[in-house]
Structure formats: C-alpha cells, structure tokens
C-alpha cells in the first residue's frame, strides 16, 4: 500500500466545487468535527440531524446549516452527498447502511460496526452501488503522522524491523470524566465508551499510522485483562481495561502494541529500523515533533549507537482551525479526504478496505485470544 505521501483533503477538483455534509449525531465528539470543518473548503456543512433536537440546534448555530426534521429528510436531501455518522457505536451499522442505500457516500466514527459481519456487509454494499465508505480515526493526515510515514518511505532509518506503539491513557476511573464536556457542553458518553472498551474506542489511533506505513497486519497475538474493574464508581459494563498486543506486518516488522486505561499515559511510537530510529512522543498531537537519530559509529564497551536526536521538519502545513481540548487530533481530516474523493471520483485514503482491516485487527486486539493466529487478507484492498 502507498499510502505515505498522499494527503488530506486533495485539491485536485475545482476551487467552487464542494461536496454537500451532513452531521448524523451531535454528541460529544460533534464539536471536534465542526471545529475544523473551515479547514476544508469543498466540505459543505449542510447541517445535522440528531434525535435531540437542541443539540441538532446548537450545533448548527456553531457551525453553519440548518436542522434536519428527521433522518429520513437527511436521506432525501439531492444536496447531500455525504453522511457523517457521529451515533452511538450500537448506531453505526443501522445509520451507515441506510444512508448507503438511499445513494449516500458515508463517513462513520469509529468503529464502521460493532461486529465485523456488519462492517463487512457495509463495505460489500458500498462497493455493489459504488459508494465511498470511510471511517476515523483520521489521525493518519496529522502533520507528525505524514512527516514520519514520508521519513520512513524515504528510508531514513533503512528497513523497518520494530515497532514500540502505546496508547495508554491513564487510570480513567481515578479520572473526573464525568465532568468531561464538550465545546457545547455535551457530556462525555462514559457509559458507552467503558462498555466499548479501552480496545475499540483507541486502537485504531495507533493502528491506522502503523498499517499505513507498514503494511497490513498478517500475523498477531493478544491478552486483554480487566485490572481496576472494582474501581468505578458507577461502572455499568466494563470491558477489560488493558490490551497487550504482538503484530506482525506484510513487510516483515513487528510490532509490540500497549492499549489501555491502567498505565500512567503514555502515547508514543517508536520506529526501529537497521539505520536508525524514528520516534513521536504523543500521536494525539497533530503537531508533535518528529525526531530521528541515525545509527553512527562508536568505539570501546558502551551500548551507546545512536546518534543526537534531530527533530525532522513537518512536510504539511499546520491547520488554522482547530479546538481548544487535551488532544489536537486531525478528526475533520478524514471527512475532508472522503469529500475529495467524491468530488475526485477517486478512493480515499482512508479506504473501505482500509478502515475494516484496521476493524478487523482491533477485534482481535479486544478478544485477546493469548494465541499467535493468521490475519487473513482484506477482503478487498486496503
């Protein structure tokens, strides 16, 4: 897959051509998305639909549109070229696939479905009406995410041969999320996202950098544990809450994989090559720096083989619009990258494929089997 120099929101249509969105849910993680829709300018911000009229109303105050009556007006509307699914996950598969069959290309929150049958099938149905389907997280279009994968397209630590990558959180139930608001002064939903577990609700920030750069997964192992599951105040369902992970990769790197809601935070990846070593120190900051040491020559009993750190320019352009929050995550980037290929009649980035390999890999991920099994193929490319 060459996926290391394309970026998002191609500007290969006309300046005055736009792809008509419309926002299907506005909880929480709405105000991420409408904040930066103004980076993109062939995204068109028709408005939102949600079953909370005041919040379908509050976001199009702050973000341009109007109030759709119903669902059923969103999929009728010949102006709407793209859905955003922003539902509750136990939404996802119900919404996607009927905006799909009323002609609709759809962009989903992450996961595209629960189960990977559903997503499956949302991908088959895309492809047999030969719509776009896409899903987040986006982060791969981050300015540090494109500056490393360019680093290591280039060869500027030789092959790559190991991958350290964590998406550890911290101890989320010693945390006050359930002061957490939004923008707009939406609740953070912990009640789904504990039930939906620390697995499905991250993996996919590290993954989407990793299968872009490396290829996609062939070979995996992984544990899961619930480890602070007496801790929660009000715990509902809980999933586990740490995830270890062993991933092996078309182009023969491996990878150690560390998710979860235990250890103190910790959002970095490491890129081990046999020339030198490539690291980011937090992929939730679109703008974190990426550094390089190279591999130099020394002499005597030491353990010492690297080179100084050299912070590497950024290859793209820093966004203008953003939120005021714990993260910088490029979230509108991937509505803008399927709204280009719309208008492009082109594939996004962020491919069907794509984005159920990415699926496929976290359910495993979330299952921890604690066995070394196969990952077939993508059903179609990723």
């Known amino acids: 897959m060459e996926h290391t120099n394309q970026q998002a929101g191609r500007s290969s249509q006309l300046p005055d051509e736009t792809a008509g969105v419309v926002f299907v849910g506005c909880g929480y993680a709405a105000d991420f998305y409408g904040a930066t829709m103004p980076n993109y300018p ?8 949600d079953h909370d009229r005041d919040r379908a109303a509050t976001f199009v105050a702050e973000y341009s549109g109007r109030v759709f009556a119903d669902f059923d007006e969103v999929l009728s509307d010949p102006d709407v070229s793209v859905v955003v699914n922003l539902t509750p996950v136990s939404e996802h ?4 696939k009927a905006a799909l069959l009323a002609g609709k290309h759809v962009y989903s929150e992450k996961p595209l479905a629960p189960r990977l049958p559903e997503a499956t099938e949302l991908v088959e149905l895309a492809q047999e009406r030969g719509l776009l389907l896409s899903s987040a997280p986006s982060t791969v279009f981050s300015r540090s995410a ?8 280039d060869g500027m630590i030789g092959t790559p041969r190991l991958v350290h990558a964590s998406l550890d959180m911290g101890a989320l139930a010693f945390m006050p999320y359930t002061q957490w608001r939004s923008r707009r002064g939406v609740p953070w939903p912990y009640r789904d996202e504990v ?5 499905m609700e991250h993996a996919g920030y590290q993954l989407s950098w990793l299968v872009a750069m490396l290829g996609p997964v062939v070979r995996m192992a992984a544990h899961t544990s619930l480890q602070l599951g007496g801790e929660w105040p009000d715990p509902g369902e809980l999933a586990p809450d740490v995830s270890l992970g062993f991933l092996e990769f ?23 090559g046999d020339r030198g070593v490539l690291s980011v120190g937090d992929v939730w900051q679109a703008s974190a720096p990426v550094v390089l040491r190279r591999n130099v020559p020394t002499r005597g009993k030491t353990n010492s083989y690297l080179g100084e750190p050299e912070q590497l320019p950024f290859v793209a352009p820093p966004t203008r619009y953003r939120y005021a929050d714990t993260h910088d995550l490029t ?17 996004p980035f962020l491919s069907a494929g794509f984005c159920l390999h990415v699926l496929d890999v976290s359910l495993r991920l979330a299952a921890g089997r604690g066995v070394m099994e196969d990952v077939p193929p993508p059903s179609c490319p990723a």
């Open 42 to 49: 062939h995204v068109e911000v028709k408005g939102a639909y």
């Open 93 to 96: 598969y119900r919404v996607s």
């Open 146 to 153: 494109q500056t490393l994968l360019r680093a290591v397209g």
């Open 195 to 199: 039930a939906n577990g620390c697995v």
């Open 250 to 272: 078309a182009g023969g790197a491996v990878c150690r994989l560390s998710i979860g809601w235990v250890a103190p935070a910790d959002l970095s990846l490491t890129v081990i």
């Open 331 to 347: 979230v509108g980037a991937g509505v803008a990258d399927l709204a280009s290929a719309v208008l492009n009649k082109g594939e």
